[in-house]
Every structure is written in C-alpha cells, then in structure tokens.
C-alpha cells in the first residue's frame, strides 16, 4: 500500500456509490495497520462536485470525484485490490487537501 494508489471498495453495501478508495497516507506511516483514504464516487451519484474541494480524476479509464469531505482513517482490511496509481494527479489532490483545512 501506497500513497496515491487507488483501491477498489470491497463493502457490497457502498461499492455501487463508491466503486474506489483513494489511500492519501504518507508512506512514512507504512507500518501503521489503518489508511487515511478519500472516497471516489461515480460522477452520476455524487452531483454537481465542487471544483477544488472535489477534483474529478480517471481511474482505470473511468471517471471518478474524489470526495475531500469525507477523509476517513479506514484499517488495511477495508481496502480492496489495488487498481491503479494517480500520483499524476497529485498537484489537484493536495491543493483538494488544503482547501478542506484552509479553506483556500
């Protein structure tokens, strides 16, 4: 596991909503058993997404929105197989990050 991969969601209970875990958590913090991870929902679930605070991302050729608001620490096994990476996407991600603690 590593910061800016993406997971997929094994809960049957939210995987139609949020078919994918994005783990945010340093790698530094490796030996840690629990993940701090951002949701990221299919566009037509989520609504309008607000433009910094829930940047839109491909994962595995699909688009997804990232849901800042919803940061969570989840344990190693509430992450599914590993799908793809984005630390492409890393500038809109932090700047996501800072807008849910700075507001800016």
Request: aromatic share 4%; charged share 20%; with cysteine.
């Amino acid at each position: 596991m590593a910061q800016w991969d993406v997971h997929r969601n094994p809960s049957p209970r939210s995987r139609h909503r949020i078919p994918y875990l994005l783990d945010l958590q340093a790698d530094l913090l490796r030996s840690l058993q629990t993940r701090t991870v951002v949701p990221l929902y299919h566009p037509e679930v989520f609504g309008p997404p607000a433009r910094k605070l829930n940047p839109v991302i491909v994962v595995e050729g699909h688009p997804v929105i990232a849901s800042f608001a919803e940061i969570a620490g989840v344990p190693l096994s509430a992450l599914g197989e590993k799908v793809d990476r984005v630390e492409r996407d890393r500038t809109t991600l932090v700047a996501a990050l800072d807008c849910l603690l700075s507001g800016v």
